[in-house]
T-cell receptor, first 117, second 114 residues
Framework: GAVVSQHPSWVICKSGTSVKIECRSLDFQATTMFWYRQFPKQSLMLMATSNEGSKATYEQGVEKDKFLINHASLTLSTLTVTSAHPEDSSFYIC?????????????FGQGTRLTVV | KNQVEQSPQSLIILEGKNCTLQCNYTVSPFSNLRWYKQDTGRGPVSLTIMTFSENTKSNGRYTATLDADTKQSSLHITASQLSDSASYICVVSDNAGNNRKLIWGLGTSLAVNP
């Protein structure tokens, strides 16, 4: 199956600093990638849709200036949490679907555990 | 309102036993229904994906069923193993044409004990 790689798998940062998370589709091209956030014992919550070569689409309530998304190539999307605060501590997961198959199986990265201290 | 409800919320079984997880949904229009397995601290891994016309689909020891009339699905796990301990999430896609419109259940937390 298709592989989506996310890096880093965990990160600890100080309050006020920025953290970048990478999401790569290793063996397919993805014009669209999705970023999710998951709190303990809760389901995944879509934050934004990352579109290659254009601006990301953010879900209601998600601050676009705080969660910067860049999708510069067909295999890489990045999520930058700017000026991180302890309440941003969460599990962040990306997903991607092969180009032209947007409504079929989505492949997920292994997730990034962010802890802001 | 589009919703996906799963039951039970949690389940404990002994290794080697079978179990069935339930999913009811009210998503409309309907495109497909997926079951994912999520280990603690990991991203979800797809088990099955079924469209409207499919009643059952198997993936090894996992068998999913779908009744589009009653809007119910089940995931049956046979001969459970310790590695089956995880959260099992039912996800329904509406007919919006892309994976943005995924309606997520809260999952069933399964613990398989020796």
């Amino acid at each position: 199956g298709a592989v989506v790689s996310q890096h880093p798998s965990w990160v600890i940062c100080k309050s006020g600093t920025s953290v970048k998370i990478e999401c790569r589709s290793l063996d397919f091209q993805a014009t669209t990638m999705f970023w999710y956030r998951q709190f303990p014992k809760q389901s995944l919550m879509l934050m934004a849709t990352s579109n290659e070569g254009s601006k990301a689409t953010y879900e209601q309530g998600v601050e676009k200036d705080k969660f910067l998304i860049n999708h510069a190539s067909l295999t890489l999307s990045t999520l930058t949490v700017t000026s991180a605060h302890p309440e941003d501590s969460s599990f962040y997961i990306c997903s991607a679907s092969p180009r032209g198959r947007l409504n079929t199986e989505a492949f997920f990265g292994q997730g990034t555990r962010l802890t802001v201290v | 309102k589009n919703q996906v409800e799963q039951s039970p919320q949690s389940l404990i079984i002994l290794e080697g036993k079978n179990c069935t997880l339930q999913c009811n949904y009210t998503v409309s229009p309907f495109s497909n229904l997926r079951w994912y397995k999520q280990d603690t601290g990991r991203g979800p891994v797809s088990l099955t994906i079924m469209t409207f016309s499919e009643n059952t689909k198997s993936n090894g020891r996992y068998t999913a069923t779908l009744d589009a009339d009653t809007k119910q699905s089940s995931l049956h796990i046979t001969a459970s193993q310790l590695s089956d301990s995880a959260s099992y999430i039912c996800v329904v896609s509406d007919n919006a044409g892309n994976n943005r419109k995924l309606i997520w259940g809260l999952g069933t937390s399964l613990a398989v004990n020796p």
